[in-house]
C-alpha cells in the first residue's frame, strides 16, 4: 500500500512541477511521503472495523381463542381474535477496534383495534367493563416484547481493562442466586414457540428442544431478570477482577399507584424506558469479583437495595389504605448482601454455592400536626429487624460418563425476603406474603423452605430420561395459603382474556373483564380479611395473573367455623415432587433417518403437613393439595425445512380442605335465616377437583432463508366437578411469522 502511495505521489507531483522543476519543491513531496501514506491507509477499514452494522427481526403473530363453552370468569372473551407485529432492530457501530456502540428499539404494533377514551393520557385510570381496548400486551395501552428495547450502549477495551454500560427500559442481567436470579427448572417443550426465541433453523430448533434437549443455559433457561435504568459491567479489570454496577428506577417498586404494581419484570414495556414514570422506588446493586482462582473459580460479593422514597406518604392511595384500616403507614426497605462461588472444583464437578444476608428497615410514619394530612415525611421512626441468612448450593456431577446428576439445596427463613433472587416463586416481584405454592422447591424457591433436589439427566443413542426428586418443608409454621399454578393450559388462559387484570396478580384476572350481568370465576376462599388486606397482602382466593401465566389461591381451611372466626390454619408444610421425562427416536423402525421423536413427561406433586415421600393421591394423610401433570409430545422432521409437533396433555389437581363462599346479595334474601351469620356471606364444602385436558397439532416451516412459519391448533377444557360453572372448553389457533435481518 505504501509503495502505490509513493508512486501515486510521485508520478502526480512530477506532473504538476513539469513546467516548474525545483529541487526544492521535490525534496519537499519527498518529505511528506510518510504523512500522506499514513493519512490514506487511515481511512481504509481494518479487519476490526465496522462503522455500522443492523441486524434484527420482523414477527407477525395471529391467534384466536373461542370458547365453545364458556365460564363466568371468560364471559366477555367467547371468541377473540388478536394480531400485533414488532420490529426491532439492533444497531451497531464499531469507530475503531476498541470502542463499540449500539442502540437496540423495538416498535411494536397493536392490528387488533382502537381506543379513543380519556384513558389514552390517563394509563392508570379505571377502565370499565363496556371499554373493548385490548389489554393483550399490558394495562397501559402499549405493546411490550421480551428482548432489550430501547437502550442504548457503549463497549470500551483497552489492554487489561474492558467495560460497557447501558441505559434504558429493558436490561437483562444477572448477579448471583440470593441477589438477582431467575430459576425454574420445568422442561421447555418444542410446541410452545417462545416470542423470545433466538434465531435458528428449523432443524436447529427441533434438536435444542427433542431431538437434544439443551438443559441449561442461554434463552432455554434464562436466567437473567430485567431492569429499567442504567447498568456497568466491567468485565476485565487487572489481576482477574470484575465488577457491575446498577441503578434502576422500574414501575414495579411503586406502592403508590393505584394498583400496587403497575408493571412486573418478567415483561416490562416502553414506558419504563426513560424511569422517570414512577420515582418511589430506587433499586442499587453492586457486584465484584475474581475470576482464575484455584485455576476455576470465581468468588463475587453481591449487594442489592431496595429503598423507597418516603415522600410516597403524600399520596392517598398509599396512605389512605392504611389509615382505613386502622393502621399508621409504614414502608419496608430491603438490604441483601451476599458471597458467592462458582466454577468447577474438579473438570467433571462444577459447584455453585451463595450465602446471603438479607436485612429489612422499616420506615413508620406517625402522625404529625405540623402536616395538613395528618402525616409528613421526616416525622417516623427506623427500625433494622433481625438480618436474615440464607443459604444455596448447587452442585453438577460429570463422574458417570452419559449420566449427568445435579444436587441443589436451599435454606432461606422465613423473613428472608430477596425479590429479584431465585426466591421469587414466580416472574413477576411479589410483595411479601406467607404462603405456599405447589412444586415449591422443585421448580421454584420461597421464602420459609429448606430442602434437596435431585436431577438424573442421562442421553444414550437413540434419546434420554430425566428424572428430578425433590422434599422440603417449610422452616416454620406458615399460614395454609397454598398457590398453584396452571402448567397445561395457564397461558393459554392467561392470554385469551382481556381483562386488564391479568397483568396485576393483587387483583383477580378476570375482575377487569367479567360479565357486568354474573360473577366472575367461583372461587376458593381465602383469607377474608378486611382493610390493608385487600392490596397489601391479598389473599383472598381466586385466579390471578402473571406474565404468560395462571394461578390460583385457596385457603386449606379445616371447617366452616375456621373461616366464620377468621382463623387462618398454620403448619409447617412439606413439598413432595416427582418428575420423569424421556424421549426415543423410532425414525429407524419406519427405515428412515429423519428423525421421529416421541417424548412424554409426567410429574406428582403435593403439598402436606407431614411428610410424604411420594405424593400419589389426595387421600393421604394430611395432604392439603394434590396434582398429576401429564404431557406426550410426539415431533416428526419431514424435511429439514418442515417440522411437526402434535400435542396431548392432562393435569388434575385435588384437595379435600377447600370451601367456597357466596355473598347473600348474590345467593341469599335478606330474609333468609343465614343473612348476616358470617359477615353478610355463607359459606359451603367445595373440594377441589379440577381435570384439565389439550390435544394439539402444530408445524414449523423455514419457507425462505431466514424466514419462518410457525402454526399451533390447540382443544383444551377445564372440568371442576364441584362447581361445574367453572367448566369451559376452548380452541385455540396461532401463527407467527418471524423474519431476520
Same mark, same amino acid.
Given at each position: 500500500?505504501?509503495?502505490?502511495?509513493?508512486?501515486?505521489?510521485?508520478?502526480?507531483?512530477?506532473?504538476?512541477?513539469?513546467?516548474?522543476?525545483?529541487?526544492?519543491?521535490?525534496?519537499?513531496?519527498?518529505?511528506?511521503?510518510?504523512?500522506?501514506?499514513?493519512?490514506?491507509?487511515?481511512?481504509?477499514?481494518?479487519?476490526?472495523?465496522?462503522?455500522?452494522?443492523?441486524?434484527?427481526?420482523?414477527?407477525?403473530?395471529?391467534?384466536?381463542?373461542?370458547?365453545?363453552?364458556?365460564?363466568?370468569?371468560?364471559?366477555?372473551?367467547?371468541?377473540?381474535?388478536?394480531?400485533?407485529?414488532?420490529?426491532?432492530?439492533?444497531?451497531?457501530?464499531?469507530?475503531?477496534?476498541?470502542?463499540?456502540?449500539?442502540?437496540?428499539?423495538?416498535?411494536?404494533?397493536?392490528?387488533?383495534?382502537?381506543?379513543?377514551?380519556?384513558?389514552?393520557?390517563?394509563?392508570?385510570?379505571?377502565?370499565?367493563?363496556?371499554?373493548?381496548?385490548?389489554?393483550?400486551?399490558?394495562?397501559?395501552?402499549?405493546?411490550?416484547?421480551?428482548?432489550?428495547?430501547?437502550?442504548?450502549?457503549?463497549?470500551?477495551?483497552?489492554?487489561?481493562?474492558?467495560?460497557?454500560?447501558?441505559?434504558?427500559?429493558?436490561?437483562?442481567?444477572?448477579?448471583?442466586?440470593?441477589?438477582?436470579?431467575?430459576?425454574?427448572?420445568?422442561?421447555?417443550?418444542?410446541?410452545?414457540?417462545?416470542?423470545?426465541?433466538?434465531?435458528?433453523?428449523?432443524?436447529?430448533?427441533?434438536?435444542?428442544?427433542?431431538?437434544?434437549?439443551?438443559?441449561?443455559?442461554?434463552?432455554?433457561?434464562?436466567?437473567?431478570?430485567?431492569?429499567?435504568?442504567?447498568?456497568?459491567?466491567?468485565?476485565?479489570?487487572?489481576?482477574?477482577?470484575?465488577?457491575?454496577?446498577?441503578?434502576?428506577?422500574?414501575?414495579?417498586?411503586?406502592?403508590?399507584?393505584?394498583?400496587?404494581?403497575?408493571?412486573?419484570?418478567?415483561?416490562?414495556?416502553?414506558?419504563?424506558?426513560?424511569?422517570?414514570?414512577?420515582?418511589?422506588?430506587?433499586?442499587?446493586?453492586?457486584?465484584?469479583?475474581?475470576?482464575?482462582?484455584?485455576?476455576?473459580?470465581?468468588?463475587?460479593?453481591?449487594?442489592?437495595?431496595?429503598?423507597?422514597?418516603?415522600?410516597?406518604?403524600?399520596?392517598?392511595?398509599?396512605?389512605?389504605?392504611?389509615?382505613?384500616?386502622?393502621?399508621?403507614?409504614?414502608?419496608?426497605?430491603?438490604?441483601?448482601?451476599?458471597?458467592?462461588?462458582?466454577?468447577?472444583?474438579?473438570?467433571?464437578?462444577?459447584?455453585?454455592?451463595?450465602?446471603?444476608?438479607?436485612?429489612?428497615?422499616?420506615?413508620?410514619?406517625?402522625?404529625?400536626?405540623?402536616?395538613?394530612?395528618?402525616?409528613?415525611?421526616?416525622?417516623?421512626?427506623?427500625?433494622?429487624?433481625?438480618?436474615?441468612?440464607?443459604?444455596?448450593?448447587?452442585?453438577?456431577?460429570?463422574?458417570?460418563?452419559?449420566?449427568?446428576?445435579?444436587?441443589?439445596?436451599?435454606?432461606?427463613?422465613?423473613?428472608?425476603?430477596?425479590?429479584?433472587?431465585?426466591?421469587?416463586?414466580?416472574?413477576?416481584?411479589?410483595?411479601?406474603?406467607?404462603?405456599?405454592?405447589?412444586?415449591?422447591?422443585?421448580?421454584?424457591?420461597?421464602?420459609?423452605?429448606?430442602?434437596?433436589?435431585?436431577?438424573?439427566?442421562?442421553?444414550?443413542?437413540?434419546?434420554?430420561?430425566?428424572?428430578?426428586?425433590?422434599?422440603?418443608?417449610?422452616?416454620?409454621?406458615?399460614?395454609?395459603?397454598?398457590?398453584?399454578?396452571?402448567?397445561?393450559?395457564?397461558?393459554?388462559?392467561?392470554?385469551?382474556?382481556?381483562?386488564?387484570?391479568?397483568?396485576?396478580?393483587?387483583?383477580?384476572?378476570?375482575?377487569?373483564?367479567?360479565? %357486568?350481568?354474573?360473577?366472575?370465576?367461583?372461587?376458593?376462599?381465602?383469607?377474608?380479611?378486611?382493610?390493608?388486606?385487600?392490596?397489601?397482602?391479598?389473599?383472598?382466593?381466586?385466579?390471578?395473573?402473571?406474565?404468560?401465566?395462571?394461578?390460583?389461591?385457596?385457603?386449606?381451611?379445616?371447617?366452616?367455623?375456621?373461616?366464620?372466626?377468621?382463623?387462618?390454619?398454620?403448619?409447617?408444610?412439606?413439598?413432595?415432587?416427582?418428575?420423569?421425562?424421556?424421549?426415543?427416536?423410532?425414525?429407524?423402525?419406519?427405515?428412515?433417518?429423519?428423525?421421529?421423536?416421541?417424548?412424554?413427561?409426567?410429574?406428582?406433586?403435593?403439598?402436606?403437613?407431614?411428610?410424604?415421600?411420594?405424593?400419589?393421591?389426595?387421600?393421604?394423610?394430611?395432604?392439603?393439595?394434590?396434582?398429576?401433570?401429564?404431557?406426550?409430545? %410426539?415431533?416428526?422432521?419431514?424435511?429439514?425445512?418442515?417440522?411437526?409437533?402434535?400435542?396431548?396433555?392432562?393435569?388434575?389437581?385435588?384437595?379435600?380442605?377447600?370451601?367456597?363462599?357466596?355473598?347473600?346479595?348474590?345467593?341469599?334474601?335478606?330474609?333468609?335465616?343465614?343473612?348476616?351469620?358470617?359477615?353478610?356471606?355463607?359459606?359451603?364444602?367445595?373440594?377441589?377437583?379440577?381435570?384439565?385436558?389439550?390435544?394439539?397439532?402444530?408445524?414449523?416451516?423455514?419457507?425462505?432463508?431466514?424466514?419462518?412459519?410457525?402454526?399451533?391448533?390447540?382443544?383444551?377444557?377445564?372440568?371442576?366437578?364441584?362447581?361445574?360453572?367453572?367448566?369451559?372448553?376452548?380452541?385455540?389457533?396461532?401463527?407467527?411469522?418471524?423474519?431476520?435481518?
Amino acid at each position: 500500500m505504501r509503495k502505490l502511495v509513493s508512486s501515486f505521489l510521485i508520478a502526480s507531483c512530477a506532473a504538476s512541477v513539469w513546467a516548474t522543476p525545483t529541487q526544492l519543491q521535490l525534496d519537499s513531496i519527498h518529505a511528506s511521503l510518510d504523512t500522506l501514506s499514513s493519512n490514506m491507509e487511515s481511512t481504509l477499514l481494518g479487519k476490526d472495523d465496522l462503522p455500522v452494522a443492523v441486524s434484527g427481526f420482523m414477527a407477525f403473530r395471529v391467534k384466536n381463542f373461542h370458547y365453545s363453552n364458556t365460564s363466568p370468569a371468560f364471559a366477555s372473551d367467547k371468541a377473540r381474535m388478536a394480531v400485533d407485529a414488532i420490529f426491532k432492530a439492533n444497531i451497531v457501530a464499531m469507530p475503531n477496534s476498541y470502542m463499540t456502540l449500539w442502540t437496540n428499539f423495538a416498535f411494536p404494533f397493536d392490528l387488533s383495534g382502537t381506543f379513543g377514551n380519556k384513558y389514552a393520557t390517563q394509563p392508570t385510570g379505571v377502565p370499565t367493563y363496556d371499554e373493548r381496548v385490548l389489554y393483550d400486551h399490558s394495562t397501559d395501552y402499549y405493546s411490550s416484547t421480551i428482548d432489550e428495547e430501547f437502550n442504548v450502549g457503549a463497549d470500551i477495551r483497552a489492554g487489561v481493562f474492558g467495560a460497557y454500560i447501558t441505559a434504558g427500559g429493558v436490561i437483562w442481567m444477572n448477579s448471583s442466586p440470593l441477589t438477582i436470579w431467575e430459576r425454574e427448572t420445568a422442561p421447555r417443550f418444542a410446541w410452545q414457540y417462545e416470542l423470545f426465541e433466538d434465531e435458528k433453523t428449523v432443524s436447529t430448533y427441533y434438536k435444542e428442544k427433542v431431538f437434544k434437549p439443551v438443559k441449561e443455559g442461554g434463552r432455554a433457561f434464562w436466567t437473567n431478570r430485567s431492569f429499567g435504568g442504567v447498568f456497568a459491567n466491567v468485565y476485565q479489570l487487572p489481576y482477574n477482577m470484575k465488577a457491575q454496577l446498577l441503578v434502576s428506577q422500574p414501575m414495579d417498586a411503586d406502592m403508590g399507584t393505584r394498583d400496587g404494581l403497575r408493571l412486573y419484570a418478567g415483561q416490562p414495556g416502553e414506558l419504563e424506558t426513560y424511569g422517570l414514570h414512577d420515582m418511589r422506588g430506587s433499586i442499587y446493586h453492586a457486584r465484584i469479583a475474581k475470576e482464575k482462582i484455584l485455576d476455576n473459580l470465581t468468588v463475587g460479593a453481591n449487594y442489592i437495595g431496595v429503598v423507597f422514597d418516603k415522600g410516597i406518604i403524600y399520596e392517598d392511595e398509599f396512605r389512605g389504605q392504611w389509615i382505613t384500616a386502622g393502621y399508621d403507614p409504614m414502608l419496608l426497605n430491603t438490604h441483601v448482601a451476599s458471597i458467592d462461588v462458582k466454577g468447577n472444583i474438579t473438570p467433571k464437578l462444577y459447584l455453585m454455592a451463595d450465602i446471603a444476608l438479607s436485612m429489612t428497615d422499616s420506615i413508620n410514619f406517625y402522625e404529625s400536626e405540623e402536616a395538613a394530612d395528618g402525616y409528613a415525611e421526616d416525622a417516623y421512626n427506623s427500625a433494622m429487624a433481625t438480618p436474615q441468612v440464607g443459604v444455596y448450593i448447587k452442585a453438577q456431577s460429570k463422574y458417570i460418563d452419559g449420566w449427568p446428576i445435579t444436587v441443589e439445596g436451599i435454606y432461606l427463613p422465613k423473613d428472608f425476603y430477596s425479590p429479584y433472587s431465585l426466591s421469587n416463586p414466580s416472574r413477576f416481584t411479589s410483595w411479601r406474603k406467607d404462603e405456599a405454592y405447589l412444586n415449591g422447591g422443585s421448580l421454584r424457591y420461597t421464602p420459609n423452605m429448606m430442602g434437596l433436589n435431585f436431577k438424573l439427566e442421562p442421553t444414550f443413542n437413540r434419546g434420554y430420561f430425566d428424572l428430578q426428586y425433590g422434599q422440603h418443608r417449610q422452616v416454620e409454621e406458615g399460614n395454609d395459603v397454598i398457590v398453584f399454578n396452571y402448567r397445561l393450559n395457564g397461558r393459554n388462559m392467561w392470554e385469551s382474556t382481556n381483562s386488564w387484570t391479568k397483568h396485576k396478580p393483587i387483583f383477580w384476572a378476570d375482575s377487569g373483564n367479567a360479565d %357486568p350481568k354474573a360473577s366472575g370465576y367461583v372461587a376458593r376462599t381465602g383469607i377474608l380479611e378486611p382493610g390493608i388486606g385487600i392490596k397489601l397482602r391479598r389473599q383472598r382466593g381466586g385466579l390471578y395473573g402473571g406474565t404468560w401465566e395462571m394461578w390460583e389461591s385457596f385457603t386449606a381451611y379445616e371447617n366452616v367455623q375456621q373461616i366464620a372466626k377468621g382463623e387462618v390454619p398454620s403448619h409447617a408444610k412439606w413439598y413432595s415432587f416427582l418428575s420423569f421425562m424421556g424421549g426415543y427416536d423410532i425414525g429407524h423402525w419406519f427405515g428412515t433417518d429423519r428423525n421421529i421423536m416421541m417424548t412424554g413427561y409426567a410429574a406428582l406433586s403435593g403439598v402436606s403437613t407431614t411428610i410424604a415421600p411420594i405424593a400419589y393421591s389426595e387421600d393421604q394423610t394430611d395432604m392439603l393439595l394434590w396434582s398429576f401433570f401429564g404431557q406426550f409430545e %410426539p415431533a416428526i422432521a419431514v424435511t429439514p425445512k418442515f417440522h411437526m409437533v402434535g400435542l396431548l396433555g392432562i393435569e388434575m389437581f385435588r384437595s379435600k380442605n377447600a370451601f367456597t363462599s357466596y355473598s347473600v346479595s348474590n345467593g341469599l334474601a335478606k330474609t333468609s335465616s343465614l343473612y348476616g351469620e358470617v359477615n353478610s356471606s355463607y359459606y359451603s364444602y367445595a373440594p377441589i377437583n379440577y381435570l384439565e385436558t389439550a390435544i394439539g397439532i402444530g408445524f414449523d416451516w423455514d419457507f425462505a432463508d431466514r424466514a419462518g412459519l410457525h402454526v399451533r391448533y390447540k382443544w383444551m377444557t377445564h372440568s371442576d366437578e364441584v362447581l361445574s360453572v367453572n367448566d369451559w372448553h376452548m380452541h385455540y389457533i396461532s401463527a407467527e411469522t418471524k423474519v431476520w435481518f
